[in-house]
């Protein structure tokens, strides 16, 4: 099983600054890496696939790189609407299909 | 639009059963793959099963293998989930998602989840 492990557990973040996520995994995944976007009661919402691809929808200052076992999403500038928690999740080798502990990001 | 519904939870007792269901539209039901992720209050995302676009591969997580059992209609657009011998552990939000393939020189490989539906709460408690 692969585990995906990010830090840190908590970012707290002023509004218009910039927030780096970090998601690490115990084997490459390539770059067969998402991240989702998750605010209270309600289901979690596609963000990145592929590592760094944006999904449909989603506004230019979120980026995701990385590959192998090293991954980072980065919110260039953060607007009221960001704070929520971010979860990693690889689907290069299943299953299972993992998930990072999830990131809170907090008005700082 | 890509839509789905997730039904069927509420509170049973420690060993008892529920069925949950997901209904699909938007999309060729038929032609995808299907996830079941849950979240236990207040903590992180759980793969907990997933089955093929025709039904000929179902997976499970450890935690549920052998109790819970994944299957579909494809004439009514909808994915189930069965749960028997329910544990206190098993208290969660039962999320369904369906799966997007992406392909490389030709082969098609499973991919991210996207979208998923909104959750239904699973309450195992006496």
């Known amino acids: 099983e692969i585990v995906m492990t990010q830090s840190p557990a908590t970012l707290s973040v002023s509004p218009g600054e910039r927030a780096t996520l970090s998601c690490r995994a115990s084997q490459s995944v390539s770059s067969d890496l998402a991240w989702y976007q998750q605010k209270p009661g309600q289901a979690p919402r596609l963000l990145v696939y592929g590592a760094s691809t944006r999904a449909t929808g989603i506004p230019a200052r979120f980026s995701g790189s990385g590959s192998g076992t090293e991954f980072t999403l980065t919110i260039s500038s953060l607007q009221s609407e960001d704070f929520a928690v971010y979860y990693c999740h690889q689907y290069n080798n299943w299953p299972p299909w993992t998930f990072g502990q999830g990131t809170k990001v907090e008005i700082k | 639009q890509v839509q789905l519904v997730e039904s069927g939870g509420g509170v049973v007792q420690p060993g008892g059963s529920l069925r949950l269901s997901c209904a699909a539209s938007?999309?060729?039901?038929?032609?995808?793959?299907m996830h079941w992720v849950r979240q236990a209050p207040g903590k992180g995302l759980e793969w907990v099963s997933f089955i093929r676009y025709d039904g000929s591969n179902k997976y499970y997580a450890d935690s549920v293998k052998g109790r819970f059992t994944i299957s579909r209609d494809d004439s009514k657009n909808t994915l189930y989930l069965e749960m028997n011998s329910l544990r206190a552990e098993d208290t969660a939000v039962y999320y369904c998602?369906?799966?997007?393939?992406?392909?490389?020189?030709?082969?098609?490989?499973?991919?991210?989840?996207?979208?998923w539906g909104q959750g239904t709460l699973v309450t195992v408690s006496s």
């Open positions: 998602a369906k799966v997007n393939t992406y392909d490389t020189s030709g082969v098609y490989y499973l991919g991210w989840f996207d979208p």
């Open positions: 938007g999309f060729t039901f038929s032609s995808y793959g």
